[in-house]
């Protein structure tokens, strides 16, 4: 008798100490690092406060770094083996280079079930042989912000077609000090940047790659749509050659030098905070397209990885999860930064539809969702930097007159398809 109440006296103690251990273990606190830039910080803070709700072991570190660092230090460190954070932001045009280069983690027994909830392109951006390395974040389609005070004083109207905004530039370019000299331009033109440019290539159903990843730069369309966007600048003379995300840049914009910013739904944040006092001036029209007809474009958009050397995978998962794949970490994200969701079921939240009193009271989340459905698919491959880097010495050459827009582009093509075979 004496030896049963023992053992189970025993055995009792050790199950208390498993569970204790168990409960222990639980409990331990982790601190997961995220890397990102200026706009991720303020978006991942926002979605940690629902975050930290259900999951308070779980903290964060999220040190803010220069766009560029963060791919190029994430590169380091996978191809190194040490030194990566637990959680990355990756833009997605870089995604399918990352899936490819390893040393991330395979997300796809995690993310499958969520396939169908997310932009596809963006989806399958992080696929390489089969396997998920990247959960999409958001992506960016785009349209044209533009003065109204500017516009109303010009009796201009948003333009709807390429057509129209040529027209449009002419009547807001002016020489607003009678220096002789212009001063106030329909758009900023980066010298040496491509973004704009395959934007209005986008629109129109245009693409650097084709499903297969085929490069198919060689198309009509695309020299077409090249001679129209530089002709803005050289021809025209209504685009201010700034590079962007530069103080003049902002500068730019803020004094009232540009009238409209062809950009993203991202921006739409980003302009609150450099030009808070300019509340109620700008509004958002779609974007252009040759006829006329609805159309879309998309710049930029980001995913999140998880590089296999982080020693919290689990605790990092369950960050992207409630970060990336519920409507509560998209939407906090959103309402802080205007970062605009790759997730479907945010994009049907009310808040979208809710009046924004920046833009004059105009519902611009419903602008951007509208555009959804009217974009073909970018076909972002291992190669889009090496395309969208030979396209950037394009329209450089072109806009410093020392090249045609077709000699520009023949020799685009050339140095993207030796990129290729490297």
Do not use: C
């Not at 409960?23 to 940690?48: C, D, P």
């Not at 198309?219 to 001679?227: C, K, S, W």
């Not at 698919?377 to 045609?404: D, G, P, V």
């Amino acid at each position: 008798m004496f030896r049963k109440v023992l053992l189970v006296v025993t055995l009792t103690l050790l199950v208390g100490l498993v569970l204790a251990g168990l409960a222990q273990a639980a409990a331990r606190e982790v601190t997961l690092t995220i890397w990102g830039w200026n706009i991720n910080i303020t978006a991942y803070k926002a979605a940690y406060v629902e975050f930290v709700k259900k999951n308070p072991t779980i903290k964060m570190n999220a040190p803010e770094m220069a766009f560029n660092d963060v791919h190029d230090k994430l590169l380091t460190s996978l191809a190194a083996g040490t030194g990566a954070p637990d959680i990355s932001n990756v833009e997605q045009t870089r995604v399918p280079l990352f899936a490819v280069g390893g040393g991330l983690l395979d997300m796809t027994s995690r993310i499958s079930k969520y396939k169908n909830d997310f932009v596809r392109y963006a989806y399958d951006a992080g696929i390489s042989e089969g396997k998920v390395y990247a959960t999409p974040w958001d992506v960016g389609p785009s349209a044209i912000y533009y003065r109204k005070d500017i516009f109303d004083k010009a009796g201009a109207a948003p333009p709807k077609s390429w057509d129209e905004f040529i027209v449009t530039g002419k009547k807001v370019t002016a020489d607003t000090d009678g220096d002789g000299k212009i001063d106030q331009y329909m758009l900023p033109m980066g010298p040496s940047d491509s973004r704009i440019f395959a934007m209005f290539l986008h629109s129109r159903g245009g693409n650097f790659f084709n499903e297969k990843g085929d490069l198919i730069l060689d198309r009509p369309e695309v020299l077409d749509t090249l001679q129209w966007y530089t002709d803005l600048a050289l021809k025209h003379n209504i685009g201010l050659l700034q590079a962007f995300w530069e103080p003049a840049w902002f500068n730019a914009f803020k004094e009232g030098r540009i009238a409209t910013i062809p950009i993203a739904v991202w921006f739409s944040g980003q302009i609150k905070e450099q030009a808070p006092d300019l509340a109620g001036k700008w509004r958002i029209t779609p974007w252009p397209t040759p006829t006329g007809k609805p159309g879309g474009a998309n710049w930029g958009g980001s995913s999140m990885v998880i590089p296999e050397q982080g020693k919290n995978k689990e605790e990092a998962w369950k960050m992207v999860e409630f970060f990336l794949a519920t409507k509560e970490g998209q939407l906090a994200m959103y309402k802080a930064t205007n970062i605009f969701p790759a997730f479907y079921p945010a994009l049907k939240d009310k808040t979208f539809d809710e009046p924004d009193p920046y833009y004059g009271g105009q519902p611009i989340g419903r602008i951007f969702i509208d555009a959804l459905p009217n974009y073909t698919t970018w076909y972002y491959t291992k190669n889009w930097l090496i395309a969208e880097t030979a396209l950037n010495s394009a329209i450089a050459k072109i806009l410093s007159k020392q090249a045609t827009p077709k000699e520009a582009l023949d020799a685009a093509i050339r140095e993207v398809r030796a990129g290729m075979q490297r």
